[in-house]
C-alpha cells in the first residue's frame, strides 16, 4: 500500500471540532493554530481596503486583530462555519479602524493645499469684482479648471462631516428630525452581493489544479501537507499557487473596492 493511499482524509468536521475543543480548554497551542489556518481570511479582506490612505501593513496588522478576536470569541455550538463568523468581525475591525482614523479619507496634499487657495480666493475676489464669485471666476482667479474646483470643494466636506445628530424642520412649526432618522440605512446584504461575484470571479479564474487546491484548502480545511500527499505534488508547489490564488482573489477584490 502506498502512502498516498494510506492518507486518511480528515474529517469535514475538522476544523469545527478544533474549535470545539479550543472552546473547552483555551489551549494557547491551538489557538495559535487556528490562527494561522486562517489567516488568508487577512489577506483577502485586508486587500478590500489598500489604497485608501491607510498602510498596507497597517491593515494587515487590524485585521489580524479581528481575526484573533474572532477565534477567541466563536462559539462553534452555535452550529456555523467560522469564516461567516470571522469575515463580518475582521471587516468590523477595519471600518472601526478607519472610522477612529478620521472619516476614511486621507484628502492628498494638493488638495488640501488648493482648498486654502479656494478659501483665499472667495474672501478676495467679492472685493475685486463686486459680487459672489463664480466657480469659473475662481477657476481663472487661480488658474485651475473648474471641474478641479468643484472636486476640490466636494472633498472638502471630510473635514467638516454633518453629525447624525443634527436637527432638520421639514415646515415651519413641525417637529424636527434628526439626521440619522432621514437617512437611508444601508442594506445588510448589499455587500454580501459584491463579495459573492468577486468570489465567483475569482473562482472563474483558476485553473483546475487550483481549483483543487482551493476546495481542499479553504473549504474542507486540509493542510498543505495532506494535500501535497493527495495530489503527488511537493508541499512547496502547494504553498506557490496557494500564494497565486490569493492575487487572483485580490484583484477581483481591488475591482469593487
Keep these: 500500500m502506498s502512502d498516498k493511499s494510506r492518507y486518511i482524509k480528515p474529517d469535514k468536521d475538522?476544523?469545527?471540532?478544533?474549535?470545539?475543543?479550543?472552546?473547552?480548554t483555551k489551549d494557547p497551542k491551538l489557538r495559535e493554530k487556528l490562527?494561522?489556518?486562517?489567516?488568508?481570511?487577512?489577506?483577502?479582506?485586508?486587500?478590500?481596503?489598500v489604497?485608501?490612505?491607510?498602510?498596507?501593513?497597517?491593515?494587515?496588522?487590524?485585521?489580524?486583530?479581528?481575526?484573533?478576536?474572532?477565534?477567541?470569541?466563536?462559539?462553534?455550538?452555535?452550529?456555523?462555519?467560522?469564516?461567516?463568523?470571522?469575515?463580518?468581525?475582521?471587516?468590523?475591525?477595519?471600518?472601526?479602524?478607519?472610522?477612529?482614523?478620521?472619516?476614511?479619507?486621507?484628502?492628498?496634499?494638493r488638495i488640501q493645499n488648493l482648498y486654502k487657495k479656494i478659501n483665499n480666493a472667495k474672501k478676495t475676489l467679492p472685493q475685486i469684482l463686486q459680487?459672489?464669485?463664480?466657480?469659473?471666476?475662481?477657476?481663472?482667479?487661480?488658474?485651475?479648471?473648474?471641474?478641479?474646483?468643484?472636486?476640490?470643494?466636494?472633498?472638502s466636506k471630510v473635514y467638516s462631516p454633518q453629525s447624525l445628530d443634527s436637527e432638520?424642520?421639514?415646515?415651519?412649526?413641525?417637529?424636527?428630525l434628526n439626521l440619522s432618522d432621514i437617512v437611508g440605512e444601508e442594506d445588510k446584504n448589499f455587500e454580501s452581493i459584491d463579495l459573492n461575484d468577486m468570489i465567483t470571479k475569482s473562482i472563474d479564474r483558476l485553473n483546475d489544479l487550483e481549483k483543487d487546491i482551493l476546495n481542499l484548502r479553504y473549504?474542507?480545511?486540509?493542510?498543505?501537507?495532506?494535500?501535497?500527499?493527495?495530489?503527488d505534488?511537493?508541499?512547496?508547489?502547494?504553498?506557490?499557487?496557494?500564494?497565486?490564488?490569493?492575487?487572483?482573489?485580490?484583484i477581483e477584490f481591488n475591482k469593487i473596492k
Excluded: C
Design 35 to 49: 490562527i494561522e489556518e486562517h489567516m488568508y481570511l487577512v489577506d483577502i479582506l485586508s486587500n478590500k481596503y
Design 51 to 109: 489604497n485608501k490612505g491607510i498602510e498596507k501593513d497597517d491593515l494587515y496588522q487590524v485585521a489580524s486583530v479581528g481575526l484573533i478576536y474572532a477565534v477567541d470569541r466563536f462559539n462553534p455550538e452555535k452550529g456555523y462555519a467560522f469564516s461567516s463568523f470571522a469575515t463580518p468581525t475582521i471587516m468590523g475591525e477595519l471600518k472601526r479602524y478607519f472610522r477612529d482614523k478620521g472619516w476614511v479619507i486621507r484628502v492628498p496634499r
Design 168 to 176: 432638520f424642520e421639514i415646515q415651519r412649526g413641525e417637529n424636527k
Design 219 to 231: 473549504y474542507e480545511g486540509w493542510t498543505q501537507v495532506a494535500i501535497a500527499q493527495k495530489l
Design 131 to 155: 459680487r459672489t464669485p463664480t466657480i469659473k471666476d475662481i477657476s481663472d482667479y487661480l488658474g485651475e479648471d473648474e471641474e478641479t474646483i468643484l472636486e476640490t470643494i466636494e472633498a
Design 233 to 250: 505534488i511537493s508541499q512547496m508547489t502547494v504553498s506557490r499557487i496557494e500564494k497565486k490564488i490569493n492575487q487572483k482573489f485580490s
Design 14 to 24: 475538522e476544523i469545527n471540532k478544533q474549535f470545539e475543543e479550543y472552546y473547552k
